[in-house]
């Protein structure tokens, strides 16, 4: 080994996940080492909703002002069926101070949470470093590092975390199951210049003809997202657009399209989050469907209660961290969300009887108890 690194706490991926939860431990007082393998970030948007649980979040670690002020504030959700507005599902209604989801590309997200690593704890994030191995020794984790120039190093931890995503190594290594699968749905999304009149309002179009979302963005772009009868490979903006265009009142320019990709949809759920020293979060244990905008912010709540159960073991001086009573809420949490993904896909798909599914939807979003929906959306309770 070229040289040896000493730090408290390791995390393996330098995500939005991982990133948040440096900072965090961090601001908690924990020595913290992220290592990232890719040396430039991707701008591909992903994950765009910020919930207001996440936003509380950044409050309590005193940077929210920020993403406040890139993101976009959507207050509504319009749902449309073949006739018109089935109903809105109004977060107005949810508590303050953040009765709104906040829209902002994951990449801007990465950039925000980043800098204010960099501003105040500079040296915290290595990049261009991928964990090849690690192993249990007398004093805490010894892991063997794999950096961008072929040299390698080793690095001694009290505790690894995997923050390293769906195919995550620190997963692989501990042996912990990741069950789960995919389901039959296939979409496809593009961001494009917005030219509709929903202005900061998200728009769900559950018609006949199949699934189209519409969700706002900052500098006036808008997310489309349409179900296809099967997966397309190599998607082009056209083809969205023309689904887009045959079903709305609105004309989309193709010139204006900054990402187009397609995608399956899964759901997985690990059995334990963590051994002894090594844990892993965020997609590394969990994978939600992306109706409802849930993923990012799963793996954020992960995230708080890990440093949380960390800081307290850290003060009571006890011994082995609780994973089988962390891993117990968490995979509750996760349960829950991947429950309510599904509900939400199962509304975009087509059905036999769409007069009676349009009554379905008019009445959830009319009833007296229709306040809990807005909360049910904007990840409450988990």
């Not at 970030?41 to 670690?61: D, N, W």
């Not at 108890?369 to 904007?378: E, G, V």
Request: proline share 5%; charged share 20%; aromatic share 10%.
């Amino acid at each position: 080994m070229s040289n040896t690194i000493e730090t408290e706490i390791l995390i393996s991926g330098g995500g939005a996940v991982g990133l948040f939860l440096g900072l965090r431990l961090q601001q908690l007082g924990f020595d913290t080492l992220i290592i990232e393998r890719n040396i430039e970030r991707s701008t591909h948007s992903r994950s765009i909703g910020i919930h207001p649980p996440s936003l509380e979040y950044l409050e309590k670690m005193g940077i929210v002002d920020s993403f406040i002020e890139q993101g976009l504030h959507v207050h509504k959700g319009l749902a449309i069926g073949d006739d018109g507005i089935l109903g809105e599902l109004d977060f107005s209604s949810c508590p303050p101070p953040y009765p709104f989801v906040l829209t902002l590309p994951q990449y801007q997200t990465e950039i925000l949470l980043e800098g204010y690593l960099e501003q105040h704890y500079p040296g915290s994030l290595k990049k261009g470093s991928k964990l090849i191995a690690f192993m249990d020794s007398e004093s805490g984790i010894k892991v063997e590092i794999q950096n961008y120039d072929d040299t390698e190093s080793e690095i001694n931890a009290q505790y690894l975390i995997g923050c390293d995503g769906k195919n995550s190594t620190v997963r692989k290594q501990l042996k912990i199951n990741f069950n789960g699968g995919s389901y039959p749905d296939t979409f496809i999304m593009g961001d494009f210049e917005d030219t509709t009149n929903f202005e900061t309002a998200a728009a769900i179009y559950l018609q006949s003809k199949g699934l189209i979302e519409s969700f706002p963005l900052p500098d006036n772009k808008r997310r489309w997202v349409i179900r296809t009868p099967e997966y397309i490979s190599s998607p082009s903006p056209e083809h969205l657009i023309s689904n887009i265009e045959s079903r709305t009142d609105f004309t989309i320019p193709v010139e204006t399209n900054s990402m187009i990709s397609s995608f399956g949809v899964q759901h997985y759920l690990v059995d334990s989050f963590g051994r002894d020293r090594t844990g892993i979060i965020g997609d590394a244990a969990h994978i939600v469907s992306p109706f409802g905008g849930q993923g990012m912010n799963l793996g954020w709540m992960d995230a708080w209660e890990l440093s949380n159960t960390l800081l307290s073991q850290k003060k009571s001086k006890s011994g082995n961290f609780p994973w089988k009573s962390f891993s117990v809420k968490r995979r509750m949490a996760a349960w829950q969300a991947i429950k309510r993904a599904e509900f939400n896909m199962s509304m975009g798909r087509e059905h036999h009887y769409q007069a009676v599914n349009e009554m379905f939807i008019k009445s959830l979003l009319h009833l007296p108890t229709k306040w809990i929906l807005p909360r049910l959306f904007t990840m409450r309770w988990l």
